[in-house]
């Protein structure tokens, strides 16, 4: 059996395999990069349209790359199922990389639009320069390359670990990426590639063939994160602000079927959704309570919150749900049998992937918030709207957050994480709640 962090490994490459752009689906931007390099200048369509596909990106990649330095947590020597997973990531990132690039190369008018900054997701000037940089830059192709050329050898061995799991799925993707279009790696710098072989060899010369390939793995996850990362919104190591006193006083206020909307201040995911609020969870209750209102109970004791994450949706501690920034409790308003049909409804999505590419028309994959929408849209006077942002038929958290309030469907509880004020109950956290919400 694999171990959880591979399990949810696996669950996260599932998802996010489906958003990545491929050659065959920037057909439209392709168009739109020619029409707007002759013309000069971008349409505001043609630039939604860029737009999203570069969001859709980096989205992607950020989120693979985080699941690959997860995967350092699991330090078994030569599971090959490990240096799979990461290798996949690797292999389709890069190919991805390559399609953007394609589109903005021969095109000044295509970089130019890339590279500038957009307030509505928090991305900063020169955003694709830097794509471009680390993708180009000679020590991080090399430390691909070693893993391409361990995967080589040890094909076989490769394809027959997976056939042994849960992922033998994975095999024909792997063959896919061997069939992509890569960097010409006999370009790159002699000079360059030599001092990084030295300096890598030097510093794991008594180390396996195995864990070598899975260091250069795990540096060049790294080194993307880390320019994805908002290097100066809090200290590296600076505890959440949340602190375990306040979660358990918290947890102490909760009742079953209460929506939990989080923040983290550093998260990578603040940087593509809008809003301050970026995420939201269904507390479901422990299993005493669960059953006081007739709701199906399965899983640990300890299981009490529904929540799509990257790996899924799972069933998750609430400490866990709660190891946050920030946080609000909004209660619906809802009579028991209202919450009984809600949450039973919410349970059956468990264990569906997560969706990437935001699109609430569909029921197969789910993001966060749409949990709560596919929960309890349609009972009692609930009536949730969809909107169009950057492309997506979704439902922000802070879109749920207004529309709640608006149509007095949800009661704010409390809040937790913002201002000198630590903890607010009733209209102080109202007030302050919706003084946090994005214009």
């Known amino acids: 059996m694999a171990s959880s962090e591979i399990q949810s490994a696996w669950s996260t490459l599932q998802a996010v395999r489906p958003a990545l752009p ?7 931007e392709l168009s739109d990069a020619d029409a707007a390099q002759e013309r000069g200048y971008y349409l505001p369509d043609e630039d939604e349209r860029l737009r999203q596909c570069c969001l859709q990106y980096l989205g992607a990649r950020a989120n693979l790359w985080q699941m690959v330095e997860e995967l350092r947590c699991d330090k078994r020597e030569g599971d090959l199922r490990i240096f799979a997973l990461a290798f996949c990531a690797a292999s389709m990132l890069i190919r991805s990389a390559t399609f953007i690039l394609t589109l903005a190369k021969e095109r000044p008018i295509v970089w130019a ?9 928090q991305l ?26 361990y995967y080589e050898k040890h094909r076989t061995k490769i394809h027959h670990a997976l056939e042994q799991s849960e ?5 024909p993707w792997l063959q896919e990426e061997e069939k992509a279009p890569l960097p010409d ?31 250069h793995l795990f540096r060049l996850s790294g ?9 100066f919104v809090k200290a590296h190591g600076t505890p959440k602000r949340v602190s375990i006193e306040i979660r358990e006083k918290a947890q102490a206020l909760l009742k079953p079927g209460d929506i939990l909307i989080t923040r983290h201040d550093d998260a990578l995911s603040n940087l593509f959704l809008p809003g301050f609020w970026p995420h939201a969870a269904l507390y479901l209750g422990p299993p005493e309570l ?3 209102l007739g709701i199906p109970h399965h899983g640990g004791e300890h299981l009490s919150v529904l929540e799509a994450k990257k790996d899924g949706v799972k069933l998750r501690p609430l400490s866990e749900t709660l190891a946050v920034d920030a946080f609000t409790v909004l209660r619906p308003k809802a009579s028991s049998y209202e919450l009984k049909t809600a949450l039973t409804r919410a349970l059956t999505h468990e264990g569906k992937l997560y969706d990437f590419l935001f699109d609430f028309r569909k029921a197969e994959r789910l993001a966060c918030t749409e949990v709560i929408y596919r929960a309890f849209h349609g009972i009692g006077n609930w009536n949730l709207k969809l909107s169009q942002c950057a492309g997506h038929t979704a439902l922000s958290a802070e879109d749920l957050i207004r529309q709640g309030l608006n149509q007095e469907l949800l009661e704010v509880i409390l809040i937790s994480g913002l201002g000198h004020d630590s ?17």
């Open 124 to 149: 900063p000037r020169k955003t694709f320069t830097k794509i471009y940089r680390n993708f180009s830059a000679p020590q991080q192709m090399w430390q691909f390359r070693q893993a391409q050329i």
């Open 167 to 171: 992922m033998a799925a994975m095999i």
């Open 22 to 28: 491929q050659r065959q689906s920037l057909s439209a």
């Open 113 to 121: 639009k890339l590279d500038e900054a957009e307030p509505r997701y």
């Open 185 to 215: 790696f006999k370009k790159r710098s002699l000079w360059a590639r030599l001092l990084t072989y030295r300096r890598y060899s030097l510093q794991r010369r008594s180390s396996s063939a195995y864990t070598k390939v899975m260091f």
């Open 290 to 292: 669960r059953r006081a």
């Open 423 to 439: 903890f607010q109950l009733g209209p102080p956290a109202k007030e302050n709640l919706l003084k946090s919400l994005a214009p």
């Open 223 to 231: 080194s993307a994160i880390a320019e994805m990362k908002q290097p």
